[in-house]
Nanobody, 115 residues
Framework: QVRLVESGGGLVQPGQSLRLSCKAS????????MGWYRQTPGKQRELVATITSGHSTNYTDSVRGRFTISRDNVRSFVYLQMNSLKPEDTAVYYC?????????WGQGTQVTVSS
């Protein structure tokens, strides 16, 4: 069974950095595209970044240049390095797998950026 477990969220001040981790299990991790999404109350869940099995990456415009998605296929981890954080980055961040027409999500980890 697919399992995605996020960690690394917390409270930081604007301009600081945070690194999120997602431990994946229950599928052949190295063969699948993975993603990070985020959601704030009253808003749709939004794509942040994706990384393919070939390590190609894609970012939403608001985070490009500040965030970096990466993966470790040996340990089945996907990471999101978040630099120069802004208050508008505050959200619950979710790890995502889309496989066989099904979305799989972790439990989410809260990121709060505030002075």
């Amino acid at each position: 069974q697919v399992r995605l477990v996020e960690s690394g969220g917390g409270l930081v001040q604007p301009g600081q950095s945070l690194r999120l981790s997602c431990k994946a299990s229950g599928f052949i991790f190295r063969l699948n595209t993975m993603g990070w999404y985020r959601q704030t109350p009253g808003k749709q869940r939004e794509l942040v970044a994706t990384i393919t099995s070939g390590h190609s990456t894609n970012y939403t415009d608001s985070v490009r240049g500040r965030f970096t998605i990466s993966r470790d296929n040996v340990r089945s981890f996907v990471y999101l390095q978040m630099n120069s954080l802004k208050p508008e980055d505050t959200a619950v961040y979710y790890c995502n797998l889309y496989r066989s027409s099904t979305n799989y999500w972790g439990q989410g980890t809260q990121v709060t950026v505030s002075s």
